[in-house]
């Protein structure tokens, strides 16, 4: 396999995908919107943040499913959706990823099909209450932290003896468990406190703190075109408010030496 080093050919490729998804969407009614790096690279770039190395979009619960779907059955011999119901996949939200290529993500088990990618998540919208906020939260964290670091990311290693015995334990008891049944928990975690006049919302995957997370629904509800390289893709209308929660002050380049990717993986081109 050839490994793709140049993070423009990258770009190429993932590009591509949007113009997919896009098109799907537009074919199906369903509405998405970028988030984080990709809303981000958006708004400061008018596209790809330079050393960003995936996609990241987004979805309401209904449109999620309805997404994932609408690309199963479209049957693209190019791309493919990994989600809960593919073959040792173990993530609660779902990846579009270009099968002609190949992802290797050293401390991750993933399907076959995995390759250069795109993060699919869907938001759940939540009551006004702080206390149920705090919980859905605090829930989805303990979650990552028992089942996904044991069991999905199992070759990442400690220094520390206590650390690393407990990490044997935690990886021996999470080998007995069925890994969909615990996904599909995960997943109803947010559902279970769903308020359908809710004025805030939550990612299924909240990978930042608490106050960088919680969105409020209405800026996530109404969306709009924008410039992203040379297509127009979905973003939040009040886009500004959303990535000043995420990001505070975004429009501020981070250091020099912070500018590099964000994942330990390699792509390469099947041969």
Not at 234 to 242: A, L, M, Q
Request: charged share 30%.
């Amino acid at each position: 396999m050839k490994e793709i080093t140049d993070v423009n050919t990258l770009h190429k490729i993932e590009l591509e995908m949007l113009e997919y998804i896009n098109n799907i969407c537009e074919r199906n009614k369903i509405d998405y919107f970028a988030i984080s790096g990709t809303l981000l690279g958006a708004i400061r770039h008018n596209g790809f943040i330079p050393w960003d190395d995936d996609i990241d979009i987004a979805c309401t619960r209904e449109n999620y499913f309805k997404l994932v779907k609408a690309i199963q059955d479209d049957d693209n011999e190019r791309y493919k959706i990994l989600n809960l119901n593919s073959e040792n996949y173990y993530w609660p939200y779902a990846k579009l990823c270009d099968i002609k290529t190949k992802a290797i993500e050293k401390n991750t088990v993933t399907s076959d099909e995995y390759g250069v990618f795109m993060d699919i998540f869907y938001y759940d919208r939540l009551p006004d209450d702080k206390k149920i906020i705090h919980k859905a939260y605090t829930k989805g964290k303990r979650f990552y932290k028992f089942f996904i670091v044991n069991k999905i990311e199992s070759k990442i290693e400690s220094n520390n003896l206590l650390k690393k015995l407990l990490k044997k334990f935690c990886r021996f008891f999470i080998k007995k468990l069925d890994g969909k049944k615990i996904i599909e928990h995960y997943q109803n975690i947010h559902y279970r406190y769903t308020d359908n006049d809710g004025k805030y919302a939550i990612s299924i995957w909240p990978c930042y703190s608490e106050e960088r997370e919680i969105q409020l629904w209405n800026n996530l509800n109404e969306i709009v075109k924008h410039d992203f390289e040379n297509i127009k893709i979905n973003i939040p209308k009040n886009y500004d408010e959303v990535l000043k929660i995420q990001f505070g002050d975004y429009m501020k380049l981070p250091p020099k030496e912070l500018q590099e990717r964000s994942h330990n993986i390699k792509f390469y081109y099947k041969e």
